[in-house]
């Protein structure tokens, strides 16, 4: 399996090309910016992108979505409740990130579900609180983890739907129980390293003390 973690647009978003190179398929977590960036490592690597994955929401993890999907074909996932997000976004609010509203999505996963591309299978791990749709993405060795956990911090929860309370549990309950040595992949690039591991954010982030 290829994971490629890249850096893209203004807040330190990491977006994350994923590909199973024995059948040439890929997919993308939060093509926020930097679309040609993405699409050269994924020619480089012989991937055809088939879908695009969204932790959450938020125009700045989402604001690449129209151009990856124009120039591949494919398909937007994202969990039901952040689902109408996509295409509600207030003009005032793209027009701040610089970005054009994506288009509705594709497919609505939930909870427990499977995106499968080629060989690689990502399991949908529903953890809201950053926002009600929020979700997190576990592949054995690996969990991508959006705006939910952060290295050494957790996402804000200031924001329409969210909790702080609604997602210290999902991250208690359905993250830290994963196994220690599970890499912590972000959505950002906030923290001391560009990603953790479960067992180190058990000890360490002062959000789980």
């Known amino acids: 399996m290829l994971i490629k973690q890249m850096q893209v647009g203004f807040m330190a978003v990491f977006a994350y090309l994923l590909g199973d190179p024995e059948t040439g398929t890929g997919l993308v977590i939060d093509p ?20 695009i994955v969204n932790t959450h929401g938020h125009v700045d993890h989402t ?9 591949t074909g494919a398909q937007i996932v994202i969990h039901e409740d952040d689902a109408e997000m996509l295409v509600a976004t207030p003009a005032m609010i793209l027009k701040m990130f610089g ?3 994506s288009p509705a999505a594709d497919i609505a ?3 427990g579900q499977e995106i499968k591309a080629g060989g690689l299978s990502l399991k949908v791990i ?4 950053h926002s009600p749709g929020g979700i997190s993405l576990y592949t054995e060795g690996y969990v991508f983890t959006g705006d939910t956990l952060f290295v050494g911090a957790v996402g804000r929860t200031d924001l329409p739907g969210g909790s702080a309370h609604v997602m210290l549990r999902a991250i208690r309950e359905k993250l830290l129980v994963l196994p220690e040595d599970t890499l912590v992949m972000p959505g950002h690039n906030y923290g001391a390293t560009p990603h953790s591991t479960i067992g180190h954010e058990k000890r360490t982030n002062p959000f789980l003390l």
């Open 32 to 51: 926020a910016a930097n679309v040609d960036g993405i699409l050269a490592e994924a020619s480089k690597n012989h991937l055809v992108i088939k879908y």
């Open 63 to 71: 604001s690449g979505n129209v151009e990856m999907k124009q120039k």
């Open 99 to 101: 970005a054009r509203k």
């Open 109 to 111: 996963v939930r909870d």
């Open 126 to 129: 529903h953890t809201p609180g």
